[in-house]
């Protein structure tokens, strides 16, 4: 290891100039809400997208309202069943899920993970914060203006979007381009963080081949965010162009209620382009953070170490270069080139072996582990489960000719919501229910957790697995009511009903979740330094929750890989990195080339 | 030893896996300071915005179906009864690059810890800079007098002036927003503010800015004034 030393001393004399350099805080104000400490800044992201989050999670239960039992709630009408479609898709993809997973996951765990004192550039840090909250409330405006928020579906699509019959002309659209732009802006301060704090500030011993899958997984996210989030960037000035100043980026020539409007010689197509270069990136900005909480999950609760630790690296990888060359498979039907339909439907089923090799991985991660059925570990075998019913219909809808006759029906609607919406949410809860404890010392109840579990796992199953039903029968998405389409049987409104009720019971769960978070914050089980006797950094801290500065005089020196877990002849079954190989002999693998073999 | 047999025997093995290993293998991934790589890493998230502004511009370009204006004639200047072709442009562009050799210059005296120097070619950067901001906005103000709008102009194609507003306005806001930067770093140079460290990097990393901001520009010209 003479290459790291001699990277130390030029670190060191940085280090102290940089990151958890800024003095502790000590008055309320600059303690947790100017917070510059990347735990707090974690808390407020997360906190903030929660909540935004439980407002698209009202949307979907009025939008499943509405199909369930048509007419029964009457402010529901069609032009505000629209609005709740857009803003649901928006806040859950964009606001939710990105700002949880690298502005909340990724906030907390990098730098504990990695063993840094904070993120490199704090103040940056806290100021992406407040530019995503910016972005909140510019989004959230939407909804007490003339015309309230955009109905123009998430994706946006000119030229509907901009054009009077679409609701939210007005201003919804306006401020949800202005939202996005803003959100860029956020998202690209903390993803710059990220990627610097992972590339330059590790702990002594922390090489990028020893970093918890989690850190990779967000790694990789965060610079699929700084690669994609610009397509989507530009796209929103160009439609904002559009709407405010007249001009025709996106808008071809347009007969409209009988009047020739003013646009001409734009590109409709170029704006799904734009969209889909962002679009499908940020599936994996949402997936591969969750790739990488399951598998530490799977590997710390099965105590056994995770298998092909290098593949699972390599995966994330090969799947985030990969998503860059995907994006029109979203376009089969839009009209562009058949021919590039054949190339995307190559490469996207070219991902499918990277991801398949991830799913592989995980369940011989669980063969023959010491599988303890906790919170965390329910949800993360859940995940495993909804994920490959996803992923195989991705399979399906990859495909050009099973693609065009499927488009914009619930099958598609049942597919994403399986493997982007469901499965990174599970993801979610598994990671807070596994780091809660660290956060505020306490345990969350496992009796209220299991119920959450369970409503949660069996409820979304019960209401995607018949939309896939639906789908195939052709019942199209986005309508707000489906009377008199003959194709459509009248038990298709049944199933309807079914699907309606088992959201509103979901829905109605998560109440238990927030009572969880919130009553277990000050009435839960004391919860130690490592309850769950997991091996990676942060559970190694010297306080819980961690102080300012994380790790009190002196940095971690990792020695280990992060992943073990029942190491033959060790007397624990778990060895945290920071332990040095010297301790006990014995347990070194290499020593015993048997054990060294069952290990590997 | 698991993570060490995990690494080592790759070390040895050589080839792909060895660049691997050696890559991974330090404490930091490239060896340069946080904000020099933290400097990098957004100027590739950057590349990514112009690159899309271009795309853009060149499908709207091959999408609209007026006649697209000939750039020689639309940004000529009559200079003493001569239509010349491109001048304005071809001097704006000059300045721009020739501020790139200052700053560059700049650097040289940074390391070499002469703070009057640095801080006047770093000022005299900014100026050129700002020269290129006022050259712009002279250009725009000509072409707005001969009718060109973001929503339409005389010359042929509406996309012509929206493209053109759009993506001139965004690049010099980053030439506006440099001119801030270096004009910023120098007067912290003169206050000797970095003296305490002998750490003259920020001198460099805001002239890795610049130099983007005049790369770009490069690919602006060649695609919108001489295509």
């Avoid at chain 1, 679009?279 to 949402?286: F, L, R, S």
Wanted: with cysteine; proline share 6%; net charge neutral.
């Amino acid at each position: 290891m003479t290459h790291a030393d001699t990277a130390d001393s030029h670190t060191d004399s940085h280090t102290g100039s940089h990151a958890g350099s800024h003095a502790e805080p000590h008055s309320f104000w600059t303690k947790y809400v100017w917070s510059q400490d990347h735990k707090v800044i974690a808390i407020q992201y997360s906190l903030t997208a929660i909540a935004v989050g439980l407002v698209a999670l009202v949307l979907s239960n009025l939008m499943r309202l509405q199909l369930g039992f048509p007419g029964a709630v009457s402010f529901i009408d069609p032009a505000s069943y629209y609005q709740y479609v857009t803003m649901h898709g928006m806040i859950m993809v964009i606001y939710l899920l990105t700002a949880l997973f690298l502005g909340g996951f990724g906030n907390y765990l990098i730098p504990l993970m990695v063993g840094a004192r904070d993120m490199v550039f704090p103040y940056l840090n806290m100021l992406s914060y407040w530019v995503y909250l910016l972005a909140v409330v510019v989004l959230m405006a939407g909804f007490f203006v003339p015309g309230g928020p955009t109905g123009a579906g998430w994706t946006l699509y000119p030229p509907q979007a901009i054009l009077p019959g679409t609701p939210g002309t007005e201003w919804g659209i306006v401020l949800m381009l202005t939202s996005l732009v803003i959100f860029i802006v956020a998202a690209t301060m903390g993803g710059l963080n990220y990627v610097t704090t992972v590339l330059q500030a590790r702990a002594r011993g922390m090489t990028l081949l020893r970093m918890p899958l989690t850190v990779w997984g967000i790694f990789v996210a965060s610079i699929l965010a700084l690669l994609a989030f610009p397509a989507l960037f530009v796209s929103g000035v160009m439609m904002l162009f559009d709407k405010l100043l007249g001009t025709s980026f996106f808008m071809p020539a347009i007969v409209s209620m009988g009047q020739t409007l003013e646009h001409s010689g734009g590109s409709p197509v170029l704006f799904q382009h734009l969209f889909w270069f962002f679009g499908h990136p940020e599936v994996y900005i949402v997936a591969l953070p969750a790739f990488g909480i399951i598998s530490d999950l799977i590997s710390t609760h099965a105590r056994k170490n995770i298998f092909g630790y290098r593949m699972m690296v390599w995966a994330i990888v090969a799947i985030g270069g990969l998503s860059f060359v995907v994006w029109a498979h979203h376009m089969y039907v839009s009209g562009m080139n058949p021919y590039f339909g054949y190339f995307f439907a190559t490469t996207t089923l070219i991902i499918a072996v990277p991801t398949a090799i991830k799913v592989y991985n995980w369940i011989l991660t669980l063969w023959r582990g010491d599988i303890h059925l906790t919170v965390p570990m329910l949800f993360a075998i859940a995940f495993i489960s909804t994920f490959v019913i996803g992923g195989l219909t991705g399979l399906f809808l990859g495909n050009v000719s099973v693609d065009i006759p499927l488009s914009d029906t619930y099958f598609v609607v049942a597919h994403f919501h399986m493997v982007m919406g469901v499965s990174p949410i599970l993801a979610i809860f598994g990671g807070i229910y596994h780091w809660y404890p660290k956060v505020t010392g306490r345990m969350l109840d496992e009796t209220l957790g299991k119920v959450h579990f369970w409503v949660t796992f069996l409820g979304t199953y019960a209401i995607y697995f018949p939309m896939h039903y639906l789908g195939f029968l052709g019942m199209p998405r986005r309508y707000y009511a489906y009377e008199g389409y003959e194709f459509i049987p009248a038990s298709a409104q049944t199933l309807n009903a079914f699907i309606t009720v088992a959201a509103l019971i979901v829905g109605v769960c998560q109440l238990v979740f927030l009572f969880n978070l919130a009553w277990s914050a000050f009435r839960g089980k004391p919860a130690g330094a490592n309850p769950w006797g997991a091996t990676t950094l942060e559970w190694q801290t010297p306080d819980t929750p961690p102080k300012h500065g994380n790790w009190g005089a002196e940095l971690p020196v990792v020695h280990r890989w992060a992943y073990d877990y029942s190491v033959p002849g060790a007397e624990r079954d778990f060895i945290p990195q920071n332990v040095p190989q010297s301790v006990s002999p014995s347990e070194a693998p290499d020593a015993d080339p048997a054990a060294w073999e069952g290990h590997a | 030893m698991s993570a060490i047999a995990h690494t080592d025997p790759n070390a040895a093995a050589g080839g792909w896996r060895s660049v691997v290993a050696d890559w991974s293998g330090d404490r930091q991934a490239f060896q340069v300071p946080w904000g020099k790589a933290m400097m990098w890493i957004f100027l590739l998230s950057d590349t990514f915005v112009f690159s899309c502004f271009l795309t853009g511009y060149m499908a709207v370009r091959i999408t609209t179906t007026a006649p697209w204006p000939n750039p020689s004639e639309v940004f000529a200047l009559t200079i003493g009864g001569q239509s010349i072709p491109l001048i304005l442009i071809a001097i704006m562009t000059f300045i721009l690059i020739t501020s790139s050799g200052t700053m560059a210059m700049a650097v040289n005296y940074a390391y070499r810890r002469d703070r009057v120097r640095s801080a006047a070619l770093m000022i005299v950067t900014a100026l050129f800079g700002a020269c290129f901001v006022g050259m712009q906005a002279f250009e725009w103000t000509k072409l707005i007098h001969e009718g060109v709008r973001p929503w339409g102009n005389p010359m042929g194609a509406a996309q012509f002036g929206s493209t053109f507003f759009m993506i001139t306005g965004f690049h010099g806001l980053h030439v506006s927003a440099g001119v801030i930067y270096l004009l910023t770093v120098a007067a912290r140079v003169l206050a000797g503010r970095y003296e305490q460290g002998g750490n003259y990097q920020i001198v460099e990393i805001a002239g890795l800015y610049w130099h983007f901001v005049d790369l770009v520009w490069v690919f602006i010209f060649a695609l919108f004034y001489l295509w």
